[in-house]
């Protein structure tokens, strides 16, 4: 097995390119399209505290333990955890989960991303008058279109892997994410003028305190997770590339403000959006089980028919732009996802980075493609991979870091960057939520998780 030498490993140029790609895998469908569902669905801003919650008290001392375990070894997951097993051979195998839910979330993602580029190209024929091809475009179940603009993705994601970590990634998170952040203020500013928009605006900040319940929080813990790209070492395979210098308790910080930021920003964009569009006549609530549609139907459904319906060349615009908005916060997201199982062949195989990128990135577009024709396979890798499998690497990378290879030697790590830290209060509350904290909350939604799905289980079998 041919190691390649720590010394030949890319690094990020500067901090805040770091800062900014870590931000950019965090901030991606999963804020805009995931969670401004979840709080309407959920009962706004109830959902809002309890996943703020979730992001500070598991995500925070979670991310700064992947980033520290990345620095520490200067690895891939896989290796990573190889290098600080000690020869145990149980370790590893919370970085091939990692791997694994790596290249099956990409998968999926992909399949998404895909439509956001799809109905770019709806909005455009809705435009010109050509509604057969506009519908075509929009039809989120037809397998040959749903293949190609996964595909397009896919080559869109290899070539940014191909460039390498600085040139590459750093380059690109540090072009796109400025320019989604302003794509999402305008229409933040325009959507606002419309009638119904105040309508959403209260439904998002009043908080209904009687929704919360033992799956919303499973929902805010997992939606944590998966914003924050979090539970598969996609910031183990960040932190490797980054130098001693950098403060990871600092670095975690702004990215975790970060992505919670853009999130309800985003909110603030897409419920009073669902608002307007209600008030245009379009039906946002299923009317059987007074639920939001969901996600999937509300943002590629429900917003084109609110953008068809300002006016033609000011729908045209928004609607672009919207779809264009979503398609670049997932591309840098997906690029991250791509990352792990690339880094993990090139370390541990020893295979050159283009290659490595290309024969990834072919084996995720057959799963892609499958998945482009199956829908349903979406929801069974979303509970298996992201809801479940995401706070279960958490879960074992905690207990990894405070019991295994030991939470003094994290602190150790930590210390260069950010020097004072071992002493600091910081430090010891730190130790606290990764040793005690954090493995307690995620194993409770767990337990509770599984009497849920043994409950419904029993149910459908009658009994
Ligand atoms: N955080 C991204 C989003 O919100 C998705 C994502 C990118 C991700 N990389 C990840 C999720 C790694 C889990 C792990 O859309």
């Not at 070894?73 to 000690?86: W, Y």
């Not at 024929?125 to 397998?143: C, P, R, T, V």
């Not at 993705?153 to 690109?172: L, W």
């Not at 001693?244 to 910080?253: H, T, Y």
Request: with cysteine; net charge negative.
């Amino acid at each position: 097995m041919a190691n390649t030498p720590i010394d030949t490993r890319g690094t990020w140029n500067t901090k805040l390119g770091f800062i900014l790609a870590a931000a950019g895998s965090a901030v991606g469908l999963g804020n805009i399209w995931g969670f401004p569902t979840q709080v309407a669905d959920n009962g706004g801003a109830a959902f809002i505290l309890i996943y703020l919650l979730c992001c500070v008290a598991i995500g925070f001392p979670v991310m700064i333990a992947e980033l520290t375990i990345g620095r520490k070894t200067k690895k891939n997951p896989v290796g990573a955890f190889k290098a600080l097993s000690n020869g145990n051979s149980f370790v590893p195998l919370i970085g091939y989960w990692g791997v694994l839910c790596g290249v099956m979330i990409l998968s999926f993602y992909l399949v998404i991303s895909g439509w956001t580029l799809g109905y770019v190209f709806e909005e455009l024929f809705h435009y010109f008058g050509y509604s057969s091809i506009a519908s075509i475009m929009g039809d989120l179940e037809n397998g040959p279109k749903n293949t190609v603009f996964t595909l397009i993705f896919m080559v869109m994601t290899v070539a940014i892997i191909t460039g390498g970590v600085s040139k590459g990634i750093e380059r690109a998170t540090k072009m796109l994410m400025p320019v989604l952040i302003a794509i999402l203020l305008i229409l933040i500013g325009y959507v606002f003028t419309l009638d119904g928009a105040m309508e959403g605006f209260w439904v998002y900040v009043y908080p209904d305190f009687s929704t919360i319940s033992g799956s919303l929080i499973l929902s805010a813990m997992g939606q944590a997770f998966f914003s924050l790209s979090l539970g598969m070492g996609a910031l183990i395979t960040y932190g490797s590339y980054l130098n001693r210098k950098q403060n990871l308790v600092e670095s975690a910080g702004y990215v975790t403000l970060f992505d919670i930021g853009i999130a309800v920003i985003a909110g603030l964009l897409v419920i009073p959006a669902m608002y307007v569009a209600q008030a245009g006549g379009i039906e946002i609530f299923n009317p059987e089980t007074q639920k939001l549609y969901s996600s999937t139907t509300l943002v590629f459904d429900v917003l084109p028919e609110m953008f068809h319906n300002v006016g033609a060349f000011l729908g045209l615009f928004l609607g672009v732009t919207f779809f264009v908005l979503l398609g670049l916060a997932a591309l840098t997201s997906s690029i991250s996802l791509l990352e792990v199982p690339v880094s993990y062949v090139i370390d541990e195989h020893g295979i050159e980075r283009k290659k490595a990128a290309m024969l990834v990135g072919g084996l995720v577009s057959i799963l892609a493609i499958i998945i482009s024709f199956n829908l349903s396979l979406i929801d069974i890798f979303v509970f298996i991979f992201n809801e479940i499998g995401l706070p279960l690497g958490g879960l074992m990378l905690c207990l990894f870091l405070g019991y295994f290879w030991k939470s003094e030697n994290a602190v150790i790590e930590i210390e260069s960057g950010y020097p004072g830290f071992g002493t600091s209060v910081t430090s010891t509350l730190w130790v606290l939520f990764i040793k005690y904290v954090c493995p307690l909350l995620i194993g409770i939604v767990f337990v509770t998780t599984f009497m849920t799905v043994a409950q419904s289980l029993m149910e459908m079998f009658g009994f």
